[in-house]
């Protein structure tokens, strides 16, 4: 069974950086698009980014040049680099698989931003 691990959640203030890592085990992770995703309190998990297996990120407008996902095919892990972090962006923060339409989730790791 696929496994995703995400790591690097933490209580951030407005304007700084954290890095998400996200391993990723018991998968063919070369040709996975790998993606990360967010739920809010009160609101529907939502599409932050996503990377194919060849590296092509797509972004929401949201997070469009503050957000830069990336992937490691060596070591099976995607990384999901966010700057100048803002309030809304607060969430539980989801690492996604997505392997010849099969699709698998990590636990989930928090994100707080706030002063």
């Known amino acids: 069974q696929v496994q995703l691990v995400e790591s690097g959640g933490d209580l951030v203030q407005p304007g700084g950086s954290l890095r998400l890592s996200c391993a990723a085990s018991?998968?063919?992770?070369?040709?996975?698009?790998m993606g990360w995703y967010r739920q809010a309190p009160g609101k529907q998990r939502e599409l932050v980014a996503t990377i194919t297996s060849g590296g092509s990120p797509n972004y929401a407008d949201s997070v469009k040049g503050r957000f830069t996902i990336s992937r490691d095919n060596a070591k099976n892990l995607v990384y999901l680099q966010m700057n100048n972090l803002k309030p809304e962006d607060t969430a539980v923060y989801y690492c996604n698989a997505n392997t010849l339409g099969s699709g698998s989730w990590g636990q989930g790791t928090q994100v707080t931003v706030s002063s």
């Open positions: 018991k998968i063919i992770f070369s040709i996975s698009v």
